[in-house]
């Protein structure tokens, strides 16, 4: 596919989201509404049906939805806040293209091909990444997931209902995934490893576990101006320390640890905080080392909080396990598209979660400079028309 094809479509979805600093596109939001119109112009005007899951995922269908053995693709519209314009869509706009490439060649369905827009993948409004396929799953309670908040108080079941949505159904929904035989997810790269190897399409081998935590630290409000040092209960200070020792043990041990998030209460210059909230991302190779990081940040910032007078709790918000994608399937896409490199990653994919119950698979598209999950992230078009390309032969294969 040329790289024009690919950017007339790109510049049609890039104004949805934009602010003056990157892409706001939460979930139940007007931007999303807008993604989501915009997913059904696509999906009619190439004569899909359109549907929408009891988790508010929606999907395209070319051949029939019903039968078994299907073969979806599609990522997410939702972007982290202030995030980039490809880490999700890129995925959905090079499924509907290479629909388009398979149809140019006349090429005939043996099985259903799906393009999916999967609900809140980032967790940018309501914390908990991957919500559409986790409940799809089953691996988040509905009942939990109807009361989860955004920062404004209102709950995940408010802004679906907002929506025009009904939170009733969330749930599990074996049947829709015992349809499926293949999910393959394109998306761009979030590191530089394609950049140094000279490739521009990479296929994914594993997903290193991750979770976040809620980190909380508790102290006394106090005046700024008069408060002796020695009579401070000062949060602020448990949590810089927090900060700091978050890096230390993910650097010994491996692994990446990150504090992108806090709030501070009262949050005046001149007053000592009574509280504050972080959320530690922490990431790693394997499951005991991510344990071992943030067993070790708990225990040295509990001993820490007792020199400071402070108080300190630390809270699972949602963690994922180690994925390693269905070899077979990599290996065959790796080899379709001429021994195309295989590399892990440490970010979160709707792929992973459905990696445990659908044969899955990922491609990257080179980003030249790595940055991801900020408005600077970008590929080159050249490189999407050439995921394009990539994705129509793995699609072709698994699914004509
Ligand atoms: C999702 O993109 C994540 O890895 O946080
Ligand atoms: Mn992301
Ligand atoms: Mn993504
Ligand atoms: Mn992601």
């Known amino acids: 596919m040329d790289a024009s094809t690919f950017r007339r479509m790109w510049d049609e979805l890039l104004p949805v989201g934009r602010t003056e600093n990157g892409y706001v596109r939460h979930s139940w939001t007007d931007a999303d509404q807008s993604c989501r119109n915009w997913f059904r112009g696509q999906a009619e ?47 959905i706009v090079s499924a509907f293209l290479a629909v388009d490439a398979l149809r140019e060649r006349d090429a005939t369905l043996q099985r259903p091909i799906g393009i999916a827009a999967f609900t809140e993948e980032e967790g940018g409004r309501f914390g908990v990444p991957c919500l559409g396929t986790r409940l799809m799953t089953g691996a988040l309670d509905p009942d939990r997931a109807r009361k989860l908040t955004d920062a404004s108080g209102i709950t995940l079941a408010e802004a679906m209902e907002a929506a025009g949505v009904d939170p009733g159904g969330l749930g599990p929904d074996p049947e829709r995934l015992e349809r499926l035989g293949a999910f393959v997810e394109l998306h761009i790269e979030q590191g530089r490893a394609l950049e140094a190897d000279g490739d521009a399409v990479g296929v994914a081998s594993a997903i290193w576990p991750h979770g976040r935590w809620r980190l909380t630290f508790t102290g006394e409000g106090n005046h ?35 504090v992108g998030r806090v709030e501070v209460d009262p949050g005046a210059t001149n007053a000592i905080a009574k ?58 896409v790796a080899a379709l598209l001429g021994g195309a490199p295989v590399l892990p990653t440490g970010a979160g994919h709707d792929a992973g979660v459905l990696a445990a119950h659908v044969p899955t698979a990922m491609l990257f598209v080179r980003n030249e400079t790595g940055v991801s999950h900020a408005p600077a992230e970008t590929a080159d078009d050249a490189d999407c028309a050439a995921g394009v390309d990539a994705l129509a032969a793995v699609l072709g294969d698994l699914a004509c």
């Open 224 to 258: 700024a101006g008069t408060t002796l040092f020695a009579d401070r209960r000062d949060p602020m200070l448990t949590f810089a320390f927090a900060v700091l020792a978050a890096r230390k043990e993910a650097r010994l041990a491996g692994g990446l640890a990150t």
């Open 275 to 332: 509280r504050v909230d972080a959320w530690l991302d922490a990431r790693a190779p394997d499951e005991a080392t991510l344990n071992e990081i943030v067993s070790g940040l708990e225990s040295k910032v509990g001993e820490r909080a007792a020199r400071d007078g402070t108080g300190f709790t630390s809270r699972a918000g949602s963690e994922s396990p180690l994925v390693g994608f269905d070899e077979d399937l990599r290996d065959r």
């Open 45 to 91: 005007a190439r004569d899909m049906a359109v549907e929408t899951d009891r988790n508010g995922n929606l999907y395209a269908w070319w051949g029939p939805r019903r039968s078994r053995g299907a073969i979806l693709t599609g990522s997410h519209f939702d972007s982290v806040p202030h995030g980039g314009a490809y880490d999700g869509p890129l995925g």
